[in-house]
Every structure is written in C-alpha cells, then in structure tokens.
C-alpha cells in the first residue's frame, strides 16, 4: 500500500514537471539560434579569425598578411578553412568551441 | 577582319578563364533566407521581400538589428571584422564578445576581401560618384560634381573610408537612405548599415581601426 502512494506521488510530480517544463518554454522547440542565414555555409567568422591566427603564429607570417578565403562544414562540430597567408595557401581545422585542431600548408 | 579574329580569340581566351574560375571557386553569392517563425521555415529574403517586411515591421529583420555576441578571438576590441557572406559586421569588444550590425554588400562581382583600416571619416558626407559610375547610371550622372550630404545621399549619415596603408581604397562603410537593403548583396562594393547603427558604430572606433573582410570567393583585395 505505501509502494502504490510513492508510485502516484512520483508520477505526479513527473506530470508536474513536465507540465512547468512546457509552460516555462523549456521544452525543446527546434527553433534556430540565428534567424538569418545565407545559403552559402561558412564558418562562424570569429572560428575562421581563430585559424587565421593559428596560422600566423605557425608560419611566423605577419597577421596582417592572412587572410581566410573560403570555410565549409566538415560535421556538427568541425569546420575547415582555407586561409591565404602571404600568398601562400594554407588550410585549418577548428571545432566549435574555438579549438584549433590542424594546420597545413597547400 | 584580323582585328576581328584577334577580338574573336580574345574572346574565347577570356571565356576558357571565366569557366576555369568558375569551376574551380565556391561561389561567393548565395541568397539569404529568414526564418518565419510562425510557420517554422526559412523563406528567400531578396530585394522584394526585403521591401516588403520593412514596409510592415518599419525595422530590420531581429537578426540584423545591433546586438552583442560571443565572439572568440585574438583581434584586439576596437577591430572591425566584416563577415560579407553572412550579412554581418562585428566590432570586437574585450572580454570575447563583440557588437554585431547587419549589413548590405557588395553584388555579383562587386564583392571583396582583404585586411584594410579606417583612413578618415565624416558626418554626413558628400557622395561623389566614380567615372564608371557616371558612365552607367543617368542618377549618379546628375551628381558628377558631388551630391552634398543628407537624408538622401546614398552615402547617409556616416561614412569610415577605408584605406589600405595611406591610399584610400575606394570603398566604405557607410549609411544608407534604403534601409530594406541590409541583408542582402546590393552594393558596388561598400558596406552599407542603416543610419542609427552607422552612427553608433562611428561613435565608437577610432580613425586607424583594423578592418578585416571575409568574403568567400570573392577576388582578394591587393595587398593581402
């Protein structure tokens, strides 16, 4: 009998949470981040800065001579960027969270 | 008829190079979409449309409107950072954020990228019209002598000219009188923002500010 009054009391409060959760606009919703976008996917413009310095640093090029030129979307979390460093091409892998995971030259 | 077979050569040499571009760069320029919440899907925002929402909602779209984000660099606050693809311009801020403007670009083939800075700036400035300009549009012809600045003026409230060492690039950031443009590729290769949020943001950088330009596929600015 008390087993029976601790199971309808935690369904309760299961439907109560619930029922918050989607009052308080918790639930998910799928609604984008950004409501602008282009059909061109590049990468998030401070990501392509980060490869950009990246570069810098490893080829010793001024910072003001790289350049990102064209990014894409690798998966959900990563990005490449292509980056013209005084000329010369280079390429960057950079995730989400700003972390520089590969630089190469060509 | 050899000058004719010369054009004729010329010709095709030049459209063997534009298909070889073409087949070898991502294209810069791509159509922007907004996304209507009430139905839940993204919806083509060109020119039209564009005039259309501005008409009823008399302000930009939530997205381009002025706001802070994150935004996670090594440039130093006070850098412009101009993402042309994405409609957006950034000043950075400390602290890994910065203020996002929406913006206007340039069309087809009137899109740039390159590391410039900001030369000079003006208040209500003067639009003078470049030749090629004068040569092609019967309105910019009128102003061949300088259309003095105003509510008006392509230019609008404010413009930051941008050079490239000591050498005025030709190109801007600056107001407009059409504010239904930002968003979208419109431009000859100026940056265009509405009149409040141009003020605001020459109201808040200094002449000799960085200014960076990403642009995908668009031709690089000399000097990078």
Known sequence: MPQTRTSCRSAMLAAATLALLAATGCASTNEPQETARSTLQTAPADLQLLCASAVSTQTGTASDKVLPISSRQIDGATYQVELDAAGKRHSCTVDNNGNVTSVRAG | ?224
């Not at chain 2, 839940?40 to 930009?60: E, H, I, L, P, S």
């Open chain 2, 1 to 224: 008829m050899a000058g004719t077979s010369m054009y004729s050569r010329r010709q095709l040499l030049l459209t063997a190079l534009i298909s070889a571009f073409a087949l070898t760069t991502t294209p810069s320029f791509a159509a922007t979409e907004i996304y209507d919440a009430k139905t839940r899907k993204w919806v083509k925002y060109d020119r039209a449309t564009a005039r259309k929402m501005f008409a009823r909602n008399k302000q930009a779209p939530e997205a381009f409107r002025p706001q802070v984000v994150k935004f996670r660099t090594a440039e130093q606050p006070g850098t412009i950072i101009i993402d042309g693809n994405q409609h957006f311009l950034y000043l950075v801020q400390p602290g890994h954020q910065a203020i996002r403007y929406g913006i206007g670009v340039g069309r087809e083939g009137f899109g740039w990228a390159g590391i410039v800075r900001v030369g000079r700036v003006a208040e209500w400035p003067t639009w003078t019209p470049p030749a090629e300009m004068v040569a092609r549009d019967p309105n910019a012809a009128k102003w061949a002598g300088g259309q003095p600045g105003g509510p008006d003026n392509p230019l609008g409230a404010r413009a930051l000219y941008l050079y490239e060492g000591d050498r005025d690039t030709i190109y801007r950031i600056h107001g407009t009188p059409e504010p239904w443009t930002i968003g979208l590729d419109v431009s000859s290769g100026c940056i265009r923002m509405n009149n409040d949020d141009i003020v605001d943001l020459h109201s808040r950088i200094k002449v000799g500010a960085k200014v960076i330009v990403l642009m995908q596929g668009a031709a690089l600015y000399k000097g990078v």
